[in-house]
């Protein structure tokens, strides 16, 4: 199984990107996606997640400017990014579970300038 990230860069404060992690993975229809990010010095945290079902979960920090989507057929999870700021600076990892099987994607690297 692999997981192709991309869509990171670096855009001014304010402005919006576009994560995409695509999965070779058979039955991706039935796993749960997320995406993680990780600054300098920090911890990973959770930033968003989307379930096999479409439900979504969101970190406090990101509610109602990022938005987790998935397309199925595609086998991707998407990670839309409006309204960025400089804290938002980090390497953003994609994840992917199924059936109790964990999957990272390699790391993106989003900077927002102010």
């Known amino acids: 199984v692999q997981l192709q990230a991309s869509g990171g860069g670096l855009v001014q404060a304010g402005g919006s990107l576009r994560l995409s992690c695509a999965a070779s993975?058979?039955?991706?229809?039935?796993?749960?996606g997320s995406w993680y990010r990780q600054a300098p010095g920090k911890q990973r945290e959770l930033v968003a997640s989307?379930?096999?079902?479409?439900?979504?979960n969101y970190a406090d920090s990101v509610k109602g400017r990022f938005t987790i989507s998935r397309d199925n057929n595609q086998k991707t999870v998407y990670l839309q990014m409006n309204s960025l700021k400089p804290e938002d600076t980090a390497v953003y990892y994609c994840?992917?579970?199924?059936?109790?099987?964990?999957?990272w994607g390699q790391g993106t690297l989003v900077t927002v300038s102010s």
């Open positions: 994840y992917v579970e199924l059936w109790g099987r964990n999957f």
């Open positions: 993975i058979t039955f991706f229809s039935g796993s749960h």
């Open positions: 989307i379930r096999s079902n479409g439900s979504t």
